[in-house]
């Protein structure tokens, strides 16, 4: 049915032409030329620039904190898009307007304004660093930041979820004689469980790349607090360019998995659809 | 005897919209938390943007606006997201077009490489570009030779922006030109309108919110992008210091927190209409969503 009924429009030979271009020219292109350098090197070289203990470090740090910032955005925001969609309270038209600040704000400037909260006299801080929780140049700051960073993957992937869930079949649960929490379990959840993993795996993909907000409150410490895109940063400074490209392969590598893995998550979700 | 019937079905709905509703205090309880959550993580670094901003009042944010650094850097950010979002708009509309209106082979596989940029950090983006167009580059020796500088100068941040902020204007615009169909165009052709007049007048008009949209967050990220374009400009203060990498650089001078704060709200002025567009427009954009995928795959990253 899609060729004949879509063949009466003009132009798809320009807009086509154009977008394979300019996709090649400002993505396809570099994305070639650091593969192709990468691929210049030796396993044994790749390995041993890749592997290194102050890398290792730097990995566990960034999908640590990216797991652990992506976890609690998949809690927080399921909770988050749950009261949008299902509750009317006081500001909560502002509060849905809200979610979207994290994506608005650069993200240095992101960076330094939670430091500046955490810090030992700042806002939050200044509670909560005497209580021994120090947000700031610590692994709890990436782990912050990047919570920031990733919030409104989760809420702005499941609110539309929420809004077409039919309401029906929870009544009919409900006069079956269920309780609500047995139907949030066995009708609710399965429903929103494909887009809550999407909004993880967004958030996850994002936290793993993420340098503007971190690099100002994370401190930068080798073996502490430093991401591995920080690390990349160091070595370009150090005209080390073998050892930045063999970190970025690991991220880019990772990055791609995750991405296969959002594709098919979406399949899975779509095949609930129809 | 119709009047019976309608009370006892609203009664009826009644009874069962209650069942499927939780108890008040748990209501609350979860608005709480989230509320909660909220605070920390969303309104309390939107106050503290502001009010680091203003803390030494209006005069002292003006002038730390007008230093002869700053201003440099303010022009540049401006060029470089008028340079960069144009054109990731006209790709935007290129692309949402041929995808939207056609049907052919590979076409997922072009969606899912629209979609690449959100998967690289923006470090690594600024790497590929060294790889390309540095001294060790592979074409460094034929640059150098010719005298043309592309890293440590205004095209490499051009070029980085760019790459970063690809997807948006596309990826917002895709999902809503599938919404649409064809019917109208194919209506307004059948009519005797040209393509470019029924692009303009049909198709245009109902994907607007949809471009409005895509247009602020690829500006947005345009003019605060950090990683990518630090890692290529070699921060030539004066010369290729963008907005935020002013922001650093005064932070690391530690030439005090107001002109710091001052650039952040500076920075603000990017993005000055996302939350109310996003705001206004969420309603819309969910017809889009169940045709194709979720939105958050057209945001940030």
């Known amino acids: ?274 | 005897m119709t009047g019976i019937i309608k009370t006892s079905s609203a009664a009826s709905v009644k009874q069962s919209r209650r069942g499927a509703e939780e108890s008040p205090l748990a209501k609350w309880a979860l608005i709480a938390v989230a509320l909660a959550f909220s605070l920390v993580f969303l309104l309390l670094p939107l106050v503290n943007v502001m009010a680091q901003a203003f803390v030494k009042g209006w005069a002292c944010y003006w002038s730390s606006l007008t230093q002869p650094d700053s201003r440099a850097a303010i022009r540049l950010t401006l060029i470089v997201a008028a340079i960069s979002v144009p054109l990731n708009v006209l790709f935007g509309l290129a692309a949402a077009w041929a995808i939207a209106k056609f049907e052919f082979r590979g076409k997922s596989l072009l969606v899912t490489l629209i979609d690449l940029p959100f998967s690289v950090s923006p470090v690594v983006v600024g790497l590929m570009f060294i790889v390309l167009f540095g001294l060790q580059g592979f074409f460094g020796k034929w640059l150098g030779a010719h005298g043309i500088k592309i890293i440590f100068a205004v095209p490499g941040i051009v070029l980085a922006t760019i790459f970063i902020t690809f997807p948006f204007v596309a990826r917002e615009l895709i999902p809503v030109m599938q919404a649409t169909g064809t019917e109208q165009e194919q209506a307004a052709l059948t009519l005797g309108a040209s393509g470019w007049q029924t692009f303009w007048h049909v198709t245009l008009p109902s994907v607007k919110w949809g471009l409005i949209y895509g247009i602020i967050l690829c500006n947005a990220r345009a003019m605060g992008e950090f990683g990518a374009v630090s890692v290529v400009s070699g921060h030539i203060i004066g010369r290729t210091e963008t907005m935020p990498l002013r922001v650093e650089a005064l932070y690391q001078g530690a030439t005090g927190a107001s002109t710091v704060a001052a650039f952040c709200r500076g920075e603000l002025a990017g993005a000055p209409g996302l939350v109310y567009a996003g705001d206004q427009d969420f309603p819309r954009m969910e017809t889009g969503e169940r045709i194709s995928g979720s939105r958050s795959r057209i945001v940030d990253r």
């Open chain 1, 1 to 274: 049915m899609g060729h004949k009924r879509f063949s009466a429009l003009p132009g798809f030979g320009l807009t086509l032409g154009f977008t394979l271009f300019y996709l090649s020219v400002i993505v396809l292109i570099p994305f070639a030329g650091l593969i192709v350098r990468a691929l210049g090197l030796s396993w044994a070289d790749f390995w041993h620039l890749a592997t290194t203990d102050r890398a290792l470090a730097a990995y566990r740090l960034t999908f640590g904190a990216s797991l652990v910032a992506a976890v609690a955005n998949a809690v927080f925001g399921t909770l988050l898009a749950w009261v949008l969609t299902r509750y009317e309270f006081p500001g909560r038209r502002l509060l849905d307007a809200m979610v979207d600040f994290p994506f608005a704000l650069p993200t240095a400037v992101a960076g330094l304004t939670l430091a500046n909260l955490f810090t030992a006299n700042g806002w939050l801080g200044r509670y909560l660093v005497p209580l021994g929780i120090s947000g700031a140049f610590t692994p709890l700051g990436v782990v912050i930041a990047l919570t920031f960073v990733g919030l409104p993957f989760v809420v702005r992937t499941l609110q539309p979820v929420l809004q077409n869930l039919e309401r029906e079949v929870e009544e009919a649960a409900a006069t079956l004689g269920a309780g609500r929490l047995r139907t949030f379990a066995a009708i609710i959840a399965p429903s929103l469980l494909p887009a809550v993993l999407t909004g993880f795996a967004l958030a996850f993909a994002r936290a793993i790349g993420e340098y503007g907000s971190i690099v100002f409150i994370s401190g930068n410490l080798p073996f502490k607090t430093e991401i591995a895109p920080y690390l990349i940063v160091m070595r370009l400074e150090e005209y080390d360019y073998t050892g930045a490209i063999a970190l970025a392969v690991v991220l880019l590598v990772s990055s791609f998995l995750l991405l296969a893995a959002i594709n098919l998550l979406e399949q899975w979700a779509s095949r609930f659809q129809d």
